[in-house]
């Protein structure tokens, strides 16, 4: 069946550092890509996403490029700041959406 | 931008006793919504899919004389928690597609999630 695998965490870093959370995908067919955002207490937010190969997704500073050779849609930020601390899931959709285990993010100041 | 709103937020229930969970879409029309749950610290479990009109398709392993699903209309879809128990305690959380702009790869919006809590 579709599933996502994602980078486990939790991942801290320091303000201003580079991110990477890494995300692969198994999918019979040729799914959708997403990655949303999740602040404690609070439902999901919609990051990016990729509707075919080679597309890249991107928004507030994050991308994401939907490689299908390699099966990944790896999350990055050159340079995170505080407020991007949150939970990180890596989707993908064929009629239902099925979602990584998320990461969790935590930027220090 | 597409709005679904949960209702409640929160509940706390005792044992024993039913809980519904409202999902609605606000500025759009949904033919599918979706429900998941989460427990702490761990991804989103999809539990089923409400479709308007018909009934819901249940994932493997969730129990549909338990978890109760209604779509009666295209805004709004409830979850309604049976009999519930403390293992019942969780975060749930709904999601639709715009009928308009919806294929089946396109994006969900999400609620903000219902905490419930069973004593």
């Known amino acids: 069946g579709n599933s996502v695998t994602q980078m486990e965490g939790p991942v801290t870093l320091s303000e201003e550092a580079f991110l990477t959370i890494n995300c692969t995908y198994t999918a019979t067919g040729y799914p959708s890509l997403f990655w949303y955002v999740q602040y404690p207490g609070e439902g999901l937010q919609l990051l990016l996403k990729?509707?075919?190969?080679?597309d890249k997704g991107s928004n507030k500073g994050f991308e994401a490029t939907y490689r299908k050779e390699t099966t990944s849609f790896h999350l990055e930020k050159g340079s995170v700041q505080v407020s991007d601390s949150a939970v990180y899931f890596c989707?993908?959709?064929?009629?239902?959406?099925?979602f990584g285990a998320g990461t969790r993010l935590t930027v220090k100041p | 931008g597409a709005v679904v709103s949960q209702h409640p937020s929160w509940v706390i229930c005792k044992s024993g006793t039913s809980v519904k969970i409202e999902c609605r879409s606000l500025d759009f029309q949904a033919t599918t919504m979706f429900w998941y749950r989460q427990f702490p610290k761990q991804s989103l479990m999809l539990m089923a899919t409400?479709?308007?009109?018909?009934?819901?398709?249940?994932e493997q392993g969730v129990e549909k004389d338990k978890f109760l699903i209604n779509h009666a209309s295209l805004t709004l879809s409830t979850l309604t928690v049976t009999s519930a128990h403390p293992e019942d305690s969780s975060f749930y959380i709904c999601?639709?597609?715009?009928?308009?702009?919806?294929?089946?790869?396109?994006?969900?919006?999400f609620g903000q999630g219902t905490r419930l809590t069973v004593v």
């Open positions: 409400s479709n308007e009109g018909s009934k819901a398709t249940y």
């Open positions: 990729a509707t075919k190969a080679d």
């Open positions: 989707a993908l959709t064929i009629n239902d959406m099925r």
């Open positions: 999601s639709a597609r715009d009928i308009i702009t919806a294929t089946q790869n396109t994006e969900a919006f």
